[in-house]
Nanobody
Framework: QVQLEESGGGLVQAGGSLRLSCAAS????????MAWFRQAPGKDREFVAA????????YYADAVKGRFTISRDNAKNTVSLQMNNLKPEDTYVYYC?????????????????WGQGTQVTVSS
């Protein structure tokens, strides 16, 4: 069992920055991946960024490349998403997720643990 809790969301002006954190309880497998997804009302959840827990490989959606950075602290069992140059189009609920599969990048269906989400609102 893995429990995830996101924090760091809030209201920010366009061009500003936020740092999201996801704290994971329970042990993760060495080949696991953690990721950030986001979702707007009435729309499908979309992938944002992923990181391999051990190796640190990263993968980003085109919409956030160059602006967002995913990182992890293995000792603290946390994954973070540094979001810079935020745009109103980044307004979503952001979720972190864990996949214990070996595929890279993992498909959304392979992420079996999800947090409750944290709201990010970017004003124009």
């Amino acid at each position: 069992q893995v429990q995830l809790e996101e924090s760091g969301g809030g209201l920010v002006q366009a061009g500003g920055s936020l740092r999201l954190s996801c704290a994971a309880s329970g042990r993760t497998f060495t080949n696991s991946a953690m990721a950030w997804f986001r979702q707007a009302p009435g729309k499908d959840r979309e992938f944002v960024a992923a990181i391999k827990w051990s190796a640190g490989n990263t993968y980003y959606a085109d919409a956030v490349k160059g602006r967002f950075t995913i990182s992890r602290d293995n000792a603290k069992n946390t994954v973070s998403l540094q979001m810079n140059n935020l745009k109103p189009e980044d307004t979503y609920v952001y979720y972190c997720a864990v996949s214990k599969g070996s595929r890279w990048p993992a498909a959304e269906a392979e992420y079996e643990y999800w947090g409750q989400g944290t709201q990010v609102t970017v004003s124009s």
